[in-house]
Each structure stands twice: as structure tokens, then as C-alpha cells.
T-cell receptor
Framework: QKEVEQNSGPLSVPEGAIASLNCTYSDRGSQSFFWYRQYSGKSPELIMFIYSNGDKEDGRFTAQLNKASQYVSLLIRDSQPSDSATYLCAVNFGNEKLTFGTGTRLTIIP | DADVTQTPRNRITKTGKRIMLECSQTKGHDRMYWYRQDPGLGLRLIYYSFDVKDINKGEISDGYSVSRQAQAKFSLSLESAIPNQTALYFC?????????????FGPGTRLTVT
């Protein structure tokens, strides 16, 4: 069974601080990893993907991948109230389908 | 105009009724997917299609069927709706960048079965 695990939260972070979201997955052969943001009642929106070990930065967002430890994380720098949402981690286990975690609810406190 | 559209956006139906949810895309993607989302359970894959002649079951296909009418259209049917099919349903399409398949979601259909 290929699984993706996330802490459901809620995770509360002060405005301007760094929010750190974590995700673990079950299969060492996993190929690519995605972070989606979902506002309440809306559809998931792709933030970024990563497939190589290390860090990938895009604006205030940084994805970090450690395949040996089977985790991927998302850092949000200078957190804003508009970052308050549920963040979904998704993993492609090599079959062109995505398996999603249940999401972490993030709240940015002004 | 949105790249991935879903109709209807909201639907209330009764137990035993047949209902169809429709998805259209203008992205030109070959791959299309249907998911349902329930509180605490995340997104779960119902069916997926890699082209018009290729339809595959996902992890929770029982009680559902699909039709890929064209590259741009992928419909989900509930043959006889039951209350535990009340959920938020999303259609998604997928594009390939190298070996990466990025999925893009439609706005969703909120279905209530009474």
C-alpha cells in the first residue's frame, strides 16, 4: 500500500514567520512530489513540484526533498494571512497517478 | 475562460437517482482524472483516462462509471446514487514536463445525496 502521511494540523504561525509543512511517503522508488494549496471550498492549486534531492525555491516557497528519509517538506517564508489554507502533499509513485495526503491546515495569525 | 470546467457546480439528488457530472478542458491534455474529496480522507482517485480509448479504475471506483467522449470531455456517472456518495468531486487534467506529470484541477462539483 503506497501511502502519503501529513499532520492534519491545524498549524498556527505568526505573520512574517516561516511556516514548515512536512510529508512522509511509503515508497523509496517514488519519482516526483507535489505541493498543492487548497482554500476552503475551492479546488487544489499547484504550488510547486520537486523530483531531485535537495531544495527547490520559488519566491517565498521552498520545497525540500530527502529520498533516503522519505520525506518532503514545504517552507513558506514571510507568511501572510493569505497563506492560510490547507496544503496537500502528493506523490507520484511511478504510475502517472498521484496519491494525496490528507492535508495540513495552516493558519497565519496577524 | 477557465481551462478546466465542471458542470454542475452544485447538485442535490435523491437516493437511487442516476446522475452525471461533466468535465471539459481546453488545455489539450491527454490525461484526465476524477477524484472525490471527503473531510479527513483527502482526495481519492475514482477513475482516470490516459486517452480516449484508455479508461482505468482508481482506488474507489465501485458505484461509479465514466465516459471519455473526446480528448476534452470526461464524464462521471453515479448509476444509483447513495448518501455516502455525498462529497466534493474534482476533475483534473495532466500535462507532462519531462518525466513530471502536473495535475490541474477543475472548480469542483458539490454533490449531496439525500
Amino acid at each position: 500500500q503506497k501511502e502519503v502521511e501529513q499532520n492534519s494540523g491545524p498549524l498556527s504561525v505568526p505573520e512574517g514567520a516561516i511556516a514548515s509543512l512536512n510529508c512522509t511517503y511509503s515508497d523509496r522508488g517514488s519519482q516526483s512530489f507535489f505541493w498543492y494549496r487548497q482554500y476552503s471550498g475551492k479546488s487544489p492549486e499547484l504550488i510547486m513540484f520537486i523530483y531531485s534531492n535537495g531544495d527547490k525555491e520559488d519566491g517565498r516557497f521552498t520545497a525540500q526533498l530527502n529520498k533516503a528519509s522519505q520525506y518532503v517538506s514545504l517552507l513558506i517564508r514571510d507568511s501572510q494571512p493569505s497563506d492560510s489554507a490547507t496544503y496537500l502533499c502528493a506523490v507520484n509513485f511511478g504510475n502517472e497517478k498521484l496519491t494525496f495526503g490528507t492535508g495540513t491546515r495552516l493558519t497565519i495569525i496577524p | 475562460d477557465a481551462d478546466v470546467t465542471q458542470t454542475p457546480r452544485n447538485r442535490i439528488t435523491k437516493t437511487g437517482k442516476r446522475i452525471m457530472l461533466e468535465c471539459s478542458q481546453t488545455k489539450g491534455h491527454d490525461r484526465m482524472y476524477w477524484y472525490r474529496q471527503d473531510p479527513g480522507l483527502g482526495l481519492r482517485l475514482i477513475y482516470y483516462s490516459f486517452d480516449v480509448k484508455d479508461i482505468n479504475k482508481g482506488e474507489i471506483s465501485d458505484g461509479y462509471s465514466v465516459s471519455r467522449q473526446a480528448q476534452a470531455k470526461f464524464s462521471l456517472s453515479l448509476e444509483s446514487a447513495i448518501p455516502n456518495q455525498t462529497a466534493l468531486y474534482f476533475c483534473a487534467t495532466s500535462d507532462r514536463t519531462g518525466n513530471i506529470y502536473e495535475q490541474y484541477f477543475g472548480p469542483g462539483t458539490r454533490l449531496t445525496v439525500t
